[in-house]
C-alpha cells in the first residue's frame, strides 16, 4: 500500500499493487500516473455513470483458491452498448479482470501469446478484421469469435495497469463448447492481448461487498 | 465515486450509510415529454417511450430519438415494472416484444434482477417459457442433434424468419420493429434451443417450459386453461406420467387376474367315454352316469372327438340331466371334416374336436346323455384322401380292419370320444377381463401418441425428419 496525495487536488490517494502505475483520483477524477516516486495528474477521466450494477470497488470474491478485490474499473463504449471491465486484485498479487457485459460475468486473466494458436491474432496484430467463426487455440482450449468490435474507453476510477484516457482498441469475443470464454483485443498500435477465463455468476465469485439497490433483496452468497 | 474516506480508511471505501439508490431513473421523452423510466441504467441500449412509442437511444446523454413514433401503445398484459418470483428468483420485466414467424405471434418478455442479470419470458398464448441467453456453444452430436448442459436436442423444422412486430420498454441490444431475425429451433420435451442469426451474428437462447399457471401466479395474471390440441414442439407429453401410471396399474390388474384365474381351479376330468357312430346310420346314445358337481355353480366341459371324420360330420346333442331334481340342460356341438379341391387349389375345412361350454350349473349329481348321428357330405369337388369305407363300393369286400371297424349295420363307423371335464373359467371372460383391464392403459397410449404427433407436426411447409406418416 502506497499512500501518497493527488498532484492536481491535494486530496489523499492510496495504490494498492505496486504493479499499478494508474490511480483515477477519487475525488478529482485526475488519472495520477506513478513513475517511480513521481506522481503526475495525466488529466481528468470521465466520471464513469451511475449504472445499475451489482459491482462496486471494494467487491470481495473467491475464485479456486484465491480471493481478490476489485479495485479498479474501465467503461468501454461501442455503436450498440456499453460494458465493464472490474480490475481484480488477487491476494497473491496477480491481477484478472471481471468483464461485466448484459448481466453477465467473465473472470479472466491474461494469457501468454505463446500459449494461443489463432488467426485472430495474427490478423489483428496485422490490421485485418476478423470474422466472428474464426477458430482459437488458447492454453489447448477450443474457441470461436462470436462478437467483433470496436471499442472505446469512456470512464474509469480506482486503479489500473495502464492510462485509459482516450483509448480505442479492437475487441473480439469468444465463446467455447463450456464455460470458457476469451476476449482478444489490440488498441492502436500496441501489441495484441489475449484474455481467457471463464463465465461466472456472482454467486460462483461468492460475492461480498455488493451494492445493495432498493427493494431488491441482497443476495448472500457462502463463500 | 461517492463520500470523501477518512485518510485512515481501508483503501476499499465502506459504503456509505445512505438509503440504497433505486435501480429505476425516471426521465423525459426528448419526443413527447413524458416519463419514462429506466431500469437498467448502464445496460439499456435502447428504450421505447410507452407514451409515445419512440425508440431512444440510451447510450446517448440525452436519449437521443432513433426513431419518432406518435402512437397510442398497448399495454402488455403484464406491466413494464411487474416483480414476480420465478424459480425462487425475483424478475423485473423491463422490456416487451411482439414476435411473428408469420404463421404464429406471440410475446417475450424482458426480465431483469440486478444480481442475476437478464431472462427471457416467453408467451405463446398458452404456455410460458423462461429463457436464458446460453454462454457456452451447443457441440453437435449426431445428425441434426445439438448437446448442450448434457441435453440433447434435435432440430426441429427448417430455420424460418422471424420478425419484431411490436416493442415498449428497454433492450439491452439496439431493438426495432420490422427487424427480421433467422431462428432454427432444437427441441426436446420440457426445453427449447432456439437459434437467432442476425447480421452475421448467432445467439443461442435456452427456454424451458414452465408448468401450467407458474408464471401466472408469479405475475398476478388470470392462469391459462390447459388445452393440449395445438402442443408446443418440445412441450412434455401430459400423457407421459399417466402412461406409465396406467401401464403399470394395467400390468398388475393383468397378473392379479392371470393368478386368481389360476386359483379358480384347473380342470378336472370327470368323465370320458366313447361310442362308435355309424355314417348315415341310426342315433345312438351315449350315457355318463353319475357326474358328480360340488355345491355351488360349476363350469363344464365336454369335449367330443371323432378323428377319423372325412367330408362327413358328426351331430351331438347333450343333456345334463340332474338326478335329484330331473332339470335338463340342453346343449349341441358338431365335429365336421370336409376337403376338396377347387381352382385354388386343395381345400380342408371343419373341426373334428368340437368343444361345448356349460356355465353355472348348480352342485349336484347329474347323468350326461350324449346322442350322435353321424353323416356323409358329398359336396361338389370333395375327395376323400382316405377311402371311405363304402361297402356298396367295395364289391362286398370289407376291410380286414384298417381302423375302420364295420358294423353290423354294413355303414362305416365313426369312433367319437366325449369327455367331460368340470372347473376352469372361460379362456374367453379372462380375456375380456384382460381386455377391459387394457382399455384406459390403451387409451391414454393413444392420447399420448396422438399429443407426439401433434407436438411434432411442423406448421410451416418445411420437410421434416421426425415425422412424415401422412
Given amino acids: ?223 | 465515486m461517492t463520500d470523501t474516506p477518512p485518510l485512515d480508511a481501508p483503501a476499499t471505501p465502506a459504503a456509505p450509510p445512505a438509503p440504497p439508490p433505486s435501480t429505476v431513473k425516471p426521465v423525459n421523452c426528448p419526443n413527447c415529454g413524458g416519463t419514462v423510466d429506466i431500469r437498467v441504467a448502464g445496460t439499456t441500449v435502447s428504450v421505447i417511450c410507452s407514451h409515445c412509442g419512440s425508440t431512444l437511444d440510451a447510450t446517448s446523454p440525452d436519449l437521443q430519438v432513433i426513431a419518432k413514433a406518435d402512437q397510442a401503445l398497448k399495454t402488455p398484459e403484464i406491466p413494464l415494472g411487474t416483480r414476480g418470483v420465478l424459480k425462487g428468483k425475483t424478475w423485473e420485466v423491463v422490456g416487451y416484444q411482439e414476435r411473428t414467424d408469420e404463421e404464429v405471434t406471440w410475446a417475450e418478455y424482458l426480465l431483469f434482477n440486478p444480481y442475476e442479470g437478464y431472462a427471457f419470458l416467453v408467451d405463446d398464448g398458452r404456455r410460458f417459457n423462461l429463457g436464458f441467453l446460453l454462454d457456452k456453444l451447443p457441440t453437435s452430436h449426431w445428425g441434426l442433434g445439438l448437446s448442450v448442459d448434457g441435453l440433447n436436442v434435435s432440430r426441429f423444422g427448417d430455420p424460418y424468419p422471424v420478425h419484431t412486430i411490436f416493442v415498449v420498454g428497454e433492450f439491452y441490444w439496439r431493438v426495432q420493429v420490422g427487424e427480421t431475425v433467422e431462428e432454427t429451433d432444437y427441441v426436446t420435451p420440457g426445453t427449447m434451443l432456439a437459434c437467432e442469426d442476425y447480421q452475421g451474428e448467432r445467439t443461442w437462447t435456452r427456454l424451458d417450459m414452465l408448468d401450467w399457471g407458474e408464471a401466472e401466479a408469479a405475475f398476478g395474471i388470470a392462469p391459462r386453461r390447459k388445452e393440449y390440441s395445438h402442443p408446443a414442439p418440445h412441450e412434455r407429453s401430459p400423457f407421459k406420467a399417466q402412461l406409465f401410471e396406467a401401464w403399470v396399474i394395467g400390468l398388475i390388474a393383468a397378473v392379479t387376474l392371470f393368478v386368481i384365474s389360476g386359483m379358480a381351479g384347473s380342470q378336472q376330468r370327470i368323465a370320458t367315454s366313447s361310442i362308435d357312430a355309424v355314417l348315415d346310420g341310426p342315433e345312438k346314445t351315449l350315457v355318463i352316469k353319475d357326474v358328480v358337481l360340488p355345491p355351488g355353480r360349476n363350469r363344464v366341459e365336454i369335449d367330443a372327438e371323432a378323428s377319423s371324420l372325412d367330408n362327413s360330420w358328426v351331430d351331438l346333442d347333450y343333456s345334463l340331466t340332474d338326478q335329484k331334481t330331473q332339470d335338463s340342460i340342453d346343449s349341441y356341438g358338431t365335429a365336421e371334416y370336409y376337403s376338396g379341391s377347387d381352382s385354388d387349389g386343395p381345400w380342408t375345412e371343419g373341426d373334428r374336436r368340437p368343444t361345448t361350454d356349460f356355465s353355472s350349473i348348480p352342485g349336484g349329481k347329474y347323468d350326461v346323455v350324449v346322442t350322435v348321428s353321424a353323416h356323409k357330405w358329398n359336396g361338389a369337388g370333395a375327395s376323400s384322401s382316405t377311402p371311405v369305407t363304402d361297402t356298396s363300393l367295395m364289391g362286398g369286400h370289407g376291410f380286414a380292419d384298417g381302423g375302420w371297424g364295420s358294423s353290423s349295420t354294413g355303414g362305416v363307423t365313426v369312433p367319437v370320444t366325449v369327455t367331460v371335464d368340470r372347473g376352469g373359467l372361460f379362456g374367453g371372460n379372462v380375456v375380456l377381463g384382460l381386455l377391459l383391464i387394457l382399455i384406459w392403459p390403451i387409451i391414454v397410449l393413444f392420447r399420448h401418441l396422438g399429443f407426439e404427433k401433434r407436438r411434432k407436426a411442423v406448421l410451416s411447409s418445411g420437410s421434416d425428419d421426425d415425422d412424415d406418416d401422412d
Wanted: hydrophobic letters at 40%; charged letters at 20%; glycine letters at 10%.
Fill in chain 1, 1 to 223: 500500500m502506497l499512500r501518497a496525495s493527488c498532484p492536481n487536488c491535494g486530496a489523499p490517494i492510496a495504490f494498492r499493487s505496486a504493479d499499478l502505475p494508474v490511480k483515477v483520483c477519487d475525488y478529482c477524477h485526475s488519472a495520477v500516473l506513478r513513475t517511480g516516486g513521481n506522481l503526475a495528474a495525466m488529466g481528468k477521466v470521465a466520471d464513469v455513470p451511475d449504472d445499475v450494477s451489482p459491482l462496486q470497488l471494494g467487491v470481495h470474491g473467491r475464485v479456486g483458491a484465491r480471493s481478490f478485490d476489485l479495485i479498479g474499473r474501465v467503461r468501454w463504449r461501442y455503436d450498440d452498448g456499453a460494458w465493464n471491465e472490474w480490475l481484480a486484485y488477487f491476494d497473491d498479487g496477480s491481477t484478472g479482470w471481471l468483464g461485466e457485459s448484459m448481466g453477465r460475468y467473465m473472470l479472466l486473466r491474461q494469457v501468454d501469446l505463446s500459449h494461443v494458436v489463432s488467426d485472430v491474432v495474427k490478423l489483428l496484430q496485422s490490421g485485418f478484421t476478423v470474422m466472428p467463426g474464426t477458430q482459437a487455440m488458447i492454453d489447448n482450449v477450443e474457441y470461436w469469435a462470436s462478437d467483433v468490435k470496436k471499442v472505446s474507453c469512456v470512464a474509469s476510477e480506482g486503479e489500473l495497469p495502464f492510462n485509459s484516457l482516450g483509448l480505442s482498441a479492437w475487441s473480439v469475443d469468444l465463446m467455447s463448447a463450456d464455460e470458457h470464454c476469451a476476449s482478444i483485443q489490440r488498441a492502436g498500435d500496441e501489441d495484441v492481448e489475449v484474455y481467457a477465463g471463464q463465465y461466472v455468476s456472482l454467486a460462483d465469485i461468492a460475492a461480498t461487498g455488493l451494492r445493495e439497490f432498493e427493494g431488491w433483496p441482497m443476495p448472500a452468497y457462502k463463500a
